[in-house]
């Protein structure tokens, strides 16, 4: 019999490994294996459940969290082929990115010290989230084709995605300090 | 009196039988114990009928037991300094804290060895823990009596914003007393469990906790039984107790008393200001009459407007988090399908007024505020007890607080973020940046913010026993777990070897294991009987419930045991029933130890057993779901 914890995140929600993941089935499944594994259930059990069901526990949450995520989603799967982010050593990103992650970023800026920032930041994490839908269309598309071409432009996109999720929390921390 | 409930040598407890776990709101003003009893979830009174419990604890001297709630009120003014109130506010706080919290209150802090805070007494000095304690065992026997039954388990409610520092320090109170935690449920939680929302097919809901110190607002979905918080957030200082100091002080000002009122002033001050507070949720005017010591005294009236218009910035504090728990969840006012409201604070016209304005509708309220969390432990405690229930629940919590460690620059890097799902674990890698260098500080730090002074510093982890490398060849994996209960533990494995480092906790704010071991045998409730006794009966507990444990299991999954398997589990049950039923401690928590490791691979097999059930009923509910949307 084979651990529940050597699983993989989709095959511990009972999934085909693929980028295609619908969020409603995912919920479902998720509400399921918690009804089953949480410590709630095991309360009254053994040390050694009470650790195990713990374990497990976190472990659906991770999963689940990292399913749910389209960014997440992709990372995980490019994980599982073995490729490496190289987030520390690798920083070379595709110049035009890089131009427009600077405009995004000076727009932050600009508006941290306008008169009424609470519009324009919503305009902006509009203007983020578009283009995120936009990459993750891509996303699915390089993921689908399974050659090293496509590998390598879905490890692009998934940093890119990566830097405007970052973005996006900047924002929503911003929005925060303002309210 | 019945305390204990021995079964005869051979015997368990029929397995049918009942079990009762209690739930406690631990209040900052007032706690309460609740139990379900014949199906309905019911507070148990004293013996002179009364519900609550002053959260008030009275020490006193020559070797006289401290009292506990209306006696010790009924003392405080007298005797200030020995007479703690409001202890919950001191939890898990360090001496900076209290002087944050300025000179409201009226004791004298002295600093210990680590940074807890401790309150000079005439029985000497007291941690806020051990007060706790105080008022944890007097329910624990008010609960024993009314049930006669020795009752040792408990669901203890903490505000859902309360950090890791705050929480370790009740669950350590409970240890104290003698109680076991079966779990630690947030407040805002338990009230939702208390109305029964559970029975609403589904929608999101608010839950707003105004109570005596503490202010908590959560937002939950609820789904076919199951509980899940989406978002919390709060301010775990600030409550009604605020609301007495701005009476307070305004009449003060009014009454031309100095500001440097003393001890005995502050406490009558505030009492008049608690009660004048409360007479204007019924009526519109108050006249008070202020005793202002040396034989003066002042005359005057409070109106309903000018208590609102002392109060409103305290309410308007509440606001901020509740708009930042919705942005969180992500959901708007007008997605809110019904406002709950729990806390006496909420009793104040004023308060239901703001709410209702807030969400766009007018808040439920049908459950007393202030029985209604304890009231929701006690409906938990019974479920995790193992007392079946008709419909199936489960609650979804989340962390309050961002969790993070020091880097470079005094800096935090963030390694879970707020209303993440718990349990929940996080691993992260470290490396050494010495040769041979075999030990590692990890300083973790609770907070939104970014720099460590502006976080709360939650303990230091010094791993130990990394095994001597060039600098940067370590790769230590440092994994930090939340439990259920929303408390932090950490562990750290070096990748390349696979040893495993020795972690040693600082806690910033806490008690280390050895302190409360110190405590435990100090404590006046064990001072009188025998160390040795406790010991044994603590062991004893543990056993009983293991061999329950491993009985269940047995009776409902042998099937996924093999022949020798299940009589190898069998032989270590004979084993420990033969040493729980002797004298010796030690022997008992080895057969524990032994049994444990025996269940193993069974412990394993069951919990692969639930996942495989669990996909396999999802066939069944996606059928259901997808029934119910037809028209």
Redesign the interface.
């Known amino acids: 019999m084979r651990a529940a914890s050597g699983k993989n995140y989709f095959e511990l929600f009972g999934l085909p490994v693929s980028f295609d993941v619908d969020a409603d089935d995912l919920t479902l499944r998720y509400r399921e294996l918690q009804r089953h594994v949480h410590p709630d259930k095991f309360a009254n059990a053994s040390d050694q459940e009470r650790r195990l069901s713990l374990q497990m526990t976190a472990l659906v949450n991770e999963a689940f969290q990292t399913l749910k995520d389209p960014v997440r989603r992709g990372r995980y799967l490019l994980d599982l082929r073995g490729i490496d982010m190289g987030e520390e050593t690798d920083t070379a990103m595709d110049p035009a990115f890089l131009m427009e992650q600077m405009e995004l970023r000076e727009n932050l800026d600009e508006i941290r010290q306008a008169d009424n920032p609470g519009k324009q930041l919503a305009e902006l994490a509009n203007q983020i989230d578009q283009r995120m839908l936009e990459k993750i269309v891509q996303l699915r598309g390089a993921l689908n084709l399974d050659s090293s071409k496509e590998t390598s432009r879905a490890r692009n996109l998934v940093r890119e995605m990566q830097f405007l999720q970052k973005m996006h929390h900047e924002i929503d921390n911003l929005e925060e300090e303002l309210t | 009196m019945a305390l204990f409930q021995i079964s005869e040598p051979g015997q368990s407890p029929a397995p049918h039988e009942r079990r009762y776990a209690v739930g406690i709101d631990l209040g900052t003003t007032n706690s309460l114990v609740a139990c379900l009893r014949n199906g309905v979830a019911e507070t148990l009174p004293d013996e002179s009928g009364r519900h609550l419990l002053p959260s008030v604890v009275h020490y006193r001297s020559n070797g006289k037991e401290p009292v506990v709630g209306y006696e010790a009120v009924a003392v405080a003014h007298e005797d200030p300094l020995n007479t703690i109130a409001s202890v919950k506010r001191l939890m898990g706080r360090g001496i900076e804290d209290v002087r944050q919290l300025g000179k409201s209150l009226p004791y004298e802090f002295i600093r210990g060895d680590t940074a807890m805070l401790r309150l000079r007494t005439v029985v000497g000095e007291r941690t806020p823990v051990e007060i706790s304690a105080e008022i944890l065992k007097k329910l624990k026997a008010r609960a024993s009596e009314s049930l006669s039954a020795e009752i040792t388990d408990a669901v203890i409610t903490v505000p859902a914003y309360f950090d890791d520092a705050q929480r370790q320090a009740t669950k350590d109170a409970a240890r104290l007393a003698g109680l076991t935690v079966?779990?630690l449920l947030n407040e805002p939680t338990a009230a939702a469990i208390a109305y029964g929302l559970d029975k609403n097919p589904q929608g999101v809901y608010a839950v707003y906790d105004l109570g005596g110190g503490t202010f908590d607002i959560s937002l939950l979905r609820l789904?076919?039984g199951?509980f899940e918080v989406i978002a919390t957030a709060g301010d775990s200082a600030l409550g009604g107790d605020d609301m007495d100091h701005a009476i307070a002080e305004w009449i003060m000002q009014q009454a031309n008393i100095a500001d440097d009122a003393d001890h005995r002033q502050m406490r009558r001050l505030l009492r008049d200001a608690r009660v004048a507070k409360e007479a204007l949720t019924r009526s519109e005017r108050v006249s008070l009459n202020i005793d202002c010591g040396k034989g003066n005294s002042w005359q005057g009236e409070l109106s309903r407007d000018r208590l609102n218009a002392l109060i409103d910035s305290l309410i308007d504090r509440t606001l901020?988090p509740s708009?930042?728990a919705l942005?969180d969840a992500g959901v708007t006012t007008r997605e809110v399908d019904g406002v709950v409201l729990v806390g006496g604070a909420t009793r104040i016209p004023r308060v239901r007024e703001k709410v209702a304005q807030f969400f766009g509708r007018e808040p439920l309220a049908d459950i007393d505020p202030d029985k209604v969390v304890a009231l929701g432990a006690a409906l938990?405690a019974d479920?995790?007890?193992?007392n079946k229930r008709e419909e199936?629940m489960?609650?979804?919590d989340v962390i309050p607080l961002s969790l993070g460690i020091e880097i470079m620059g005094g800096m935090v890097e963030k390694i879970i973020r707020r209303n993440?799902?718990?349990?929940?674990?996080?691993s992260q890698n470290f490396t050494t940046f010495k040769d041979g260098q075999t030990a590692l500080l990890i300083h973790v730090l609770q907070g939104e913010r970014e720099l460590v002074s502006d976080c709360r510093s939650l303990a230091r982890f010094e791993l130990r026993g990394i095994p001597p490398m060039t600098a940067g060849a370590a790769r230590i994996r440092v994994t930090f777990?939340i439990?259920?209960d929303g408390l932090l533990s950490v562990s750290a494995q070096e990748q390349t070897t696979g040893v495993a480092s020795s972690v040693v906790v600082k806690p910033s704010y806490g008690l280390t294991d050895s302190e409360i071991e110190r405590m435990l045998r100090e404590s006046i409730m064990h001072a009188s009987a025998d160390d040795v006794v406790r010991k044994l009966r603590e062991q004893q507990i543990d056993a009983d419930?293991?061999m329950?444990?491993?009985r269940?299991?047995l009776a409902a999954d042998s099937a996924l045991l093999e022949a020798k398997e299940r009589s190898d589990i069998e032989d270590g049950l004979k084993k420990l029933e033969a040493m729980r039923n002797g004298e010796d401690a030690e022997a008992i928590k080895q057969a524990i130890k032994s049994?444990?490791q025996t269940?193993?691979t069974f412990?394993?097999?069951?919990?692969?057993e639930?996942?495989r059930?669990?996909?396999a009923?999802?066939k069944l509910?996606?059928f259901d779901?997808a029934r119910d949307k037809t028209p």
Do not use: C, F
């Open positions: 079966l779990r789904n076919r199951i901020s708009r930042r942005r938990q479920i995790l007890i193992g199936e489960l609650l979804l993440t799902t718990i349990p929940v674990s996080k777990q439990d259920a419930r293991l329950e444990a491993v269940a299991a049994l444990d269940t193993q412990a394993q097999r069951r919990m692969d639930n996942i059930k669990a996909l009923g999802h509910e996606e779901a």
